[in-house]
């Protein structure tokens, strides 16, 4: 075989090894192990609560949607979704749209102070969550933005640009520069050559750094809390808490509310995970 033969034919050729078993047979543990419990939530949400009481891992047969419905109109999910996917989304967007040109800048500057700039930006990794949350809150009610979804989307962009920063100017500084220089001669300026060039060679960097925020400012409970007062403004998490002490009793329910909480983020992982493996592979790779 030769050495461009397409990898898939190359591992189905290799031979069985009893490593290559015991492999297989601990993944296939651990991904029942982590996909039993989601299988179990997604099933009781499917049934009544009383047929959870008898028996906790039957099957909903019949399935029956009157939970979900439940949770989404009266336990009000709807609006602590649709808060989520709001505040989540334009912090997501605010935080690419800050990072991507300051690591663009940074990553082609040969200055000192750049390099000062930078490092102010990368401290911002090391600053615990839980001890900033009182000094934003005063900056927020001196802001008036208590009980303001605003608060949110500027906190959590803020505390995304660190990290955005770190892995963006990674991968700005390991494209050669000679692909500028090049539409540099074509008569291309430094805003086309920013959007023409740079921006298409690092969107698996920027499909990395949007998954990566995503998912912990969707399951954040801290911040909504202590900002948050009107239950109109809450997001899922802390809307899921008042859930849970309003229908403690009704499991069905609660599981239908840890479902509709939970689908956004496997749905990102199954639509992004291509992107993902991409984007860190690239980094590791150049």
Request: a positive charge; charged letters at 10%; proline letters at 8%.
């Amino acid at each position: 075989m030769t050495a461009s033969a397409p990898a898939s034919a190359i591992r189905r050729r290799q031979p069985f090894s009893a490593g290559r078993l015991t492999v297989t047979i601990l993944l296939s543990l651990y991904a029942f192990v982590a996909i039993g419990p989601l299988l179990l939530m997604v099933s009781n949400s499917l049934r009544p609560s009383r047929g959870i009481y008898t028996d906790p891992v039957g099957l909903p047969i019949p399935p029956t949607f009157a939970s979900y419905q439940l949770a989404w109109t009266k336990g009000n999910f709807s609006q602590y979704f649709l808060n989520s996917f709001t505040v989540t989304t334009c912090s997501v967007l605010l935080t690419i749209i800050v990072a991507v040109p300051a690591a663009y800048a940074i990553a082609r500057s040969t200055s000192k102070i750049v390099g000062t700039i930078e490092a102010v930006f990368i401290s911002g990794l090391m600053l615990p969550v839980h001890l900033a949350i009182l000094p934003l809150f005063y900056l927020m009610d001196s802001l008036r933005l208590v009980d303001n979804p605003v608060s949110l989307v500027f906190i959590y962009s803020a505390l995304g640009i660190p990290f955005s920063i770190f892995i963006l100017t990674s991968f700005f500084r390991q494209l050669p520069i000679e692909l500028e220089e090049a539409s540099e001669l074509d008569g291309a300026g430094p805003f086309r050559r920013f959007v023409s060039v740079m921006l298409p060679l690092v969107r698996p960097a920027i499909a990395t750094v949007a998954i990566f925020r995503f998912v912990p400012i969707w399951n954040d409970f801290l911040f909504p809390l202590v900002l948050m007062r009107s239950p109109q403004h809450y997001t899922l998490p802390v809307g899921l808490t008042s859930f849970f002490g309003q229908y403690q009793t009704d499991w069905s329910a609660l599981f239908a509310g840890l479902v509709i909480a939970t689908i956004p983020l496997v749905v990102l992982f199954l639509l992004a995970t291509k992107q993902i493996i991409s984007g860190l592979t690239a980094g590791m790779s150049k």
